[in-house]
């Protein structure tokens, strides 16, 4: 806050230069001001200012001082974290920083450091949140959970911090909870509920959206038992050879460093997947295949098999891997290993051996099990859980062919969207 000032005003009076006797009285009241200096005084008022946060204002403080000195001026806001006060040029600059009120006072100070003051109010009213767009509606299966993350869906145009809480129209179907700015929402059994989000801020003033959510039991969606050769015409085979023998696809890799892959269209979210699989051959890979709807995140691979020769070692950073969860990632163009989806079990077969597998996208996770041992269970945010093909596949040790994967069923749980 720095001084400003005015011209001191004088009048001087000379030997031999004697002012008439109509001047006397004028010099007298002069020069007795000079020996009893008077403090300035504001020569205006300045009325209430309101300004919202952000918002900027100038005004003109006015002072006149008797003895015609020289003066400086300050300002000062009594809560600079409500309104700031500078000195810009001959006036007063003011910005609104958060909802109060603050006093400001201009001191203007003469050369003997008399000084006088004005003081004027600025308010900064306290505005309302809002929500911002609509909330997505939710569909689980019971002891599924989903995530909004409400930062999206509130705006508080004063900048504040909004604080969160959340309620439901029925408790039996769905709870609330909020967590570190975000809503999360359990299912509990079929039925419907509406969850209402109310956003605070520290006024109290507040904004509340409203999601609905509804919760199924999830449906067979797809049964497969290769009971015979006609059972393959539901499916699209790549770089494979196939044939049904004793109830059961056994597929082959007929080129080398190509994936030998069964397809077939399967709309899904909140999905399950089992099936009876295993490795025919070894330094090869049955697996399942998921294939999304998303641009970025298009497939997962579970795969089963031991890796002896460490093709994956740069994905999962571990030479002794008989299971895997991978991830492609169109942006990068390969394949990724999300960490804590790898590793090894002794649940996992050897070659000749079926293993009912599962594999699902399920209440806010990944998970995978071989017979009754589950492999993994991790969060499958940021990862999408609608799904629009199935594959069955298997990949064998590059350079080579002939690699066999067994299938003896496959079954599909979950919500058609």
Known sequence: MGPTSRPRHSTAVRPGNLPGRSAIPAIVAFIAACDNPQPPTACNTIAQQTLHVGQTATVDPCFE?????????????????????????????????????????VTATDPDEMTGTMSFDVVVPNRPPSGKGKMPPA???????????????????????????????????????????????????????????????????????EVGVTVVEPVRLLRDDFASKESLDDWLFTDANREVRDGKLRMTTSKADALALARTPLSATEWEITASMGNGTGDSWAQILMFTTDSRYTAYAFQLGADTTGTFDDLTGNSETNYRLLV???????????PDAYGTSDAVKNVNELMQVTFSAQR???????????????????????????????????????????FDWVEVFGLDP
Not at 142 to 152: E, H, I, K
Not at 328 to 338: I, L, S, V
């Open 328 to 338: 492609w990632d169109a942006n990068a163009g390969w394949w990724t290993a999300p």
């Open 65 to 105: 001082d008797p003895n015609m000195d020289e003066l400086a001026l300050t300002v000062e806001s009594s809560d600079r974290g409500v309104a700031t006060a500078d000195l810009r040029g001959g006036g007063v600059s003011l910005r609104g920083v958060s909802p109060g009120t603050t006093k400001v006072t």
């Open 139 to 209: 569909r689980l299966i019971p002891r599924g959970t989903a995530r909004w993350d409400l930062a999206q869906y509130f705006e508080e145009p004063d900048g504040e911090v909004l604080f969160y809480s959340a309620a439901s129209s029925n408790d039996a179907v769905a709870s609330p909870t909020v967590t570190d700015f975000a809503l999360g929402v359990f299912a509990r059994a079929e039925g419907t509920a509406t969850i209402t989000v109310t956003a605070t801020d520290p006024g109290g003033l507040t904004a509340t959206q």
């Open 364 to 406: 806010g996770h990944f998970s995978a099990k071989v017979d009754d041992e589950e492999l993994f269970r991790i969060p499958h945010a940021p990862y999408p859980d609608e799904v629009a093909i199935l594959g069955l596949a298997v990949w064998g040790l590059r350079g080579t062919t002939g690699k066999l994967g067994i």
